[in-house]
């Protein structure tokens, strides 16, 4: 896919929370999946290993930071570190806090619909994104 036709080259990608000249991180506005943070490279790159050693680190850097800041803020289940590109091969990563009664929960987010997750704990976690940017930040050292 060409630079001109990739999505994440024209859009940015959610609610922007951080960003350097190598990447940035954005929540992302799912529904169903409240506390789901996308690390992105800014530059149209194909594969983790188009980058050099040290934009690899900084890139995994950010990805282990919003880890952390979404355990420390929803205390999910779990968290699923995904970097696919398949559909768009753009260097991206997906960092998604799961739950039991998440709408997917077991399968992966892109899976078959498992459930509706009752409309008081989604809410409930978006009323908490405030606090997962303010921890981002706090570990990634501001904007």
């Known amino acids: 896919m060409?630079?001109?036709?990739?999505?994440?080259?024209?859009?940015?990608?959610?609610a922007p929370v951080y960003r350097n000249s190598l990447l940035r991180a954005v929540i992302v506005d799912d529904a169903d999946l409240?506390?789901?943070v996308r690390v992105i490279v800014n530059e149209h790159v194909k594969?983790?290993?188009d980058l050099d050693v040290a934009a690899?680190?900084?890139?995994l850097r950010v990805v282990f930071a919003a880890e952390e800041a979404i355990r420390e803020t929803f205390k999910p289940l779990?968290?699923?570190?995904?970097?696919?590109?398949?559909v768009v091969p753009h260097v991206h990563w997906h960092v998604i806090a799961r739950f039991a009664d998440d709408a997917f929960y077991p399968q992966s987010i892109?899976?078959?619909r498992q459930r509706d997750t009752p409309s008081e704990f989604l809410a409930q976690r978006r009323a908490m994104l405030p606090?997962?940017?303010?921890?981002?930040?706090g570990k990634l050292g501001g904007a």
């Open 131 to 137: 606090m997962l940017r303010e921890r981002l930040l």
């Open 47 to 49: 594969e983790m290993t």
């Open 78 to 86: 779990k968290v699923n570190l995904a970097s696919l590109g398949n």
């Open 34 to 36: 409240p506390g789901f």
């Open 2 to 14: 060409p630079a001109q036709d990739c999505s994440l080259c024209h859009d940015v990608g959610g």
């Open 110 to 112: 892109w899976g078959v």
């Open 56 to 59: 690899r680190l900084e890139l």
